[in-house]
């Protein structure tokens, strides 16, 4: 297994930037260890109405998002790239400690200064080659297919506050290749913003904060059993999102949207819950379909997804697990509007 993951890496990195590869799949191999308890935590510290903190840890996203188009200008591209990860890092080190609501959230919010990251990153990345930020996705879930069950069996045997400790030093490591990587960022301006990159992750919002939680409250899981359900969920994600780029935006936006709301037979049949890794396809699919260009036009379109998401937690946090049932319905609608429009709406 270990042999068929570093070929694979390794096929993926040829056609990408290596430094740009090393970096996402460190920030991947914190990211895929310690998001699906994520939820757990919050639920354990701060009860029944912990879906309200991924609508505090978003609305820090949005301003993130949009300092990291413009922080570039300040302190350079590579930089930028490097201290939002950095500033995650420390996060993630700080909610491992945190076991009062307050101090939980504001580790949480800082946990999500990556957002500061993402737009330079996407922006060098498309400087690079057109569907390069598809493929260097698929490279940062390749440890989804192993870092789920890694911090399952770090939770159940050390603690699940190990966990964020652990992925906080991966985090740290993660915007080091970065600062060497020699790029010449694409001049000129993307296309007017379109609504695809917002309105895509409402529906994967509304069930981000319920997916794992639904499967240990109300079927049993086990958080070991929960750490091999999302790794199948991400391996799913990690081959769409290479298949993606073998299609155009359009025809695979489609079917990504169709396949996720399949999602919604979760409630019966608990493993259907693994279509919520198609999540990790659908984004960098939104993203190549906004034709950005500039670490500008990147932190603009970051910002409306992230309202996007923003907008699905509300939901969530209003509907409760009934969101495990509107979202497909969202993502089913979503499809149509795509099939009727001739491009990326």
Known sequence: MSYFLFVLLLVLAVRVNLPIASSWFLWGSSYYLYYPYL?????????????????????????????????????????????????????????????????LLLSGILTYSFFVSLPNFYSMMSSLDSKCIA????????????????????????????????????????GIPVLLLRVTLRGGRGESMKLLPFLSMIPIAMVFPYVYVYLRLNFGFSLEEIGLISTVAEAIGMISSFLSTKNTSRTAMIALLILFSFLGLESEIPYFSITFGLWEAII??????????????????????????????????????????????????????????????
């Open 39 to 103: 939820s757990i935590y919050l639920q354990k510290v701060l009860g029944d109405n912990f879906s309200f903190s991924f609508v505090i840890f978003t609305l820090a996203a949005i301003p993130f998002s949009l300092l990291g188009g413009i922080s570039h200008r300040l302190i350079g591209v590579k930089a930028s790239a490097f201290l939002g990860m950095f500033l995650s890092g420390i996060g993630l080190f700080l909610i491992r400690s945190s076991s009062a609501p307050i101090p």
């Open 135 to 174: 493929r260097v996705w698929s490279i940062s879930i390749i440890p989804s297919l192993f870092m789920p069950l890694v911090g399952g069996m770090i939770s159940q045997y050390l603690g699940i506050s190990a966990v964020f400790l652990i992925a906080s030093i991966i985090s740290f490591a993660s």
């Open 284 to 345: 960098p699919v939104s993203l190549e379909g906004s034709n950005s260009v500039t670490p500008q036009d990147f932190g603009k379109v970051n910002a409306a997804q992230q309202s996007g998401w923003l907008i699905g937690f509300v939901l969530s946090y209003l509907l409760g697990e009934k969101s495990l049932v509107f979202s497909p319905i969202i993502s089913i609608i979503l499809a149509l509007l795509v099939v009727k429009s001739r491009r990326l709406i």
